[in-house]
């Protein structure tokens, strides 16, 4: 079962595919913003990560069938309906929304998209919906691990 992020993302990457204007645009956006090291893991993205955990803890609480519990800094919202979360399960904010797709890989795994929401605050969904849905290919996704993840076998050592 593969791990997921940015539900929203997900659903509207489905939806809509980025015009080749609207990439060029977004990429000049960021780079503009990067270029702005103030903004990244900035207070006001701290902020944002914050404000996408009450979020999802809002949706994430009362849908739980399972266990929610605290690993490491990550809230671990188990047993919601699929329709809740993408692939084996979302992480916005801190919390990562799943069915049962729990284990210390997709954790850590995980954990890197937290900190990927503390990084970017609420710009972290754009972003990753410009780096496209497929995990093989998506900057975060790489970047959390895609073994991790469970988006490639491990490779035998």
Avoid at 57 to 71: F, K, T, W, Y
């Amino acid at each position: 079962m593969r791990s997921g992020c940015c539900l929203y993302a997900h659903r509207v990457s489905r939806i809509a595919a980025v015009p080749p204007a609207l990439g060029r645009l977004a990429l000049k956006i960021i780079l503009a913003v990067l270029e702005r090291r103030e903004f990244v893991n900035s207070p006001l993205t701290e902020a944002g990560a914050k404000l996408a955990t009450v979020g999802a803890l809002m949706i994430g609480l009362p849908l739980s069938q399972g266990r929610v519990e605290r690993v490491d800094g990550l809230i671990v919202c188990r047993g919601l309906p699929k329709w809740a979360y993408a692939r084996g399960g979302t992480c916005v904010g801190s919390v990562y929304l799943t069915g049962n797709v729990v284990s210390d890989r997709v954790l850590r795994h995980e954990r890197v998209h937290v900190d990927q929401w503390k990084k970017y605050g609420l710009l972290f969904p754009i972003l990753y919906w410009l780096a496209g849905s497929d995990p093989l290919k998506n900057h975060f996704e790489i970047e959390a691990g895609l073994e991790d993840g469970g988006y490639v076998r491990r490779s035998a050592r």
